[in-house]
């Protein structure tokens, strides 16, 4: 027997724009509730919520205030417990995210840090004198403070100053946090930005286009020791697992993170297929590069977190497939591709209807903190009005963050009132209704697809053998023992060639035989 967190299909959740069930247009817990059944019904196992905690929301949530409550908008912790409860019953796991790279700058440790209570004085990272570093969203990582007379170091947003590992009582604060959520039966965690806590000196570092001093805080030695530690007084107790959000890593990187302490790690990687090192700087997507990322870490990572979508991500099927022409059968190759590939999946809500990235207009629409940052630094740089939307058009976060499409109904049956954020005008042709009562439908081959996972030891835990790497065709093969499967996927609106022969077990186009030849968007797994 494998560990169960490498045998099931993970799905995350981002609660602010799931499921509203009081009509204030935002996600809740009770929402998430709700659609407990139709997700044991999709074949997932276990569900990563984005963050739930008390929060002033500068980065809807991945900004704790407190880490001991629920945020009201969202429900109440006797809801959290029922959520637990509920999802035990139908054996789904819960998994939480866990931000501790940074709190909320309305934190009471930060609160007290800056007027120099005990013992929080040394609990974040304070100096006279800020250095040149650039955060993730771009510009200074130090602000000032008024009350403390100081600066305090931010990697993302300036509320979210960052903790100090330096000082012992940090970690144990933190450890306190990890068992209170285990001891209420949650299964792991999703740990946020995990590599870059410790920070091993705050030397300018050379000059960089983007996040200048990551050679003193990305993958540092410091951190590795946190990870042991935390994995020795707390993660080893429980049977629970962790993935780890990792900026910036090789695989080898992976590997030590890993021994350290993480069961897997997200890397970036194939992410950079439609970009150059950064996401704002734009290149055409092209599936060979994509393709040749994740065979890389299919081939040397000890065990991946296979991810197409996430909340910091444009939606998989504008991204990487065909949204106008070819809809429902690019939506269809995505998921072969994320879930016969070796390692834990990872589906993120949406992604099983096909969800589109949004169609705003402008800024206007846009929430995301990361987005009107960026936004303001590119006309700093003059970069034109047209070019700084394109930008954000294909790469803000907010694509993936419009509220669920459950229906063709008002506010696509996501709320009765106001959403959040704008719901996409797509929603009365993609809605999850529709999906599930068409047989043919993107949802219904998710389901089939992760079903079949479900049960194949093959694609459980086979090896991954690379066949083929063309321009727009990935050919591998999941091999155990004996048993041989073969997948492969034309990310092109072309028809392609490719060698691959054998009796289909799952076809996107249907088909009952692989003979060679594959049509736009085709993708299957077969038997060899
Ligand atoms: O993301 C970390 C991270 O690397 C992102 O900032 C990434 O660079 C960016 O989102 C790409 O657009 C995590 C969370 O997933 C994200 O939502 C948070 O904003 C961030 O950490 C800070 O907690
Ligand atoms: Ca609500």
Redesign the pocket.
Known sequence: MEKWWKERVVYQIYPRSFCDSNGDGIGDIRGIISKLDILKELGVGILWLSPVYRSPNR?NG?DISDYYSINPEFGTMADMDELIEKAAERDLKIVMDL?IN?TSYQHEWFIKSRVKEEPYTDYYIWRDKPNKWTG?FGGSTWTFDEQRRQYYLHL?DEG?PDLNYNNPKVLKSVKEVMRFWLDKGVAGFRC??INVLYKSSLKNGRPRIALRGREYFISQEGTFEVLKELKRDVLSKYDCFTVG?T?MVSPEQAKKLCNSGLDMVFSFEHMDADCFFI?WLLRRFKPKRLFKALVKWQTKAPWNAVYLEN??QPRSVSRFGDDKNFHKESAKALAVLLLSLKGTPYVYQGEEIGMTNFDFESMADIRDV?STNVYAIAKKLHLSERYRWRMIRLKS?DNARTPMQWSGETNAGFSSGEPWLKVNSNYERVNFKDEYAEPDSIWNFYKRLIAFRNGSEVLKRGDFIPSYTGRDVLAFERVLGDERLGVVVNLSGGRRSAPCTGVAALSTHGRERLDGELQPYEAAIFWR
């Open positions: 980065d991945y931000v940074h993730f993302f979210q946020d930005v959000e900026v996401k909340h910091d990361e976060r």
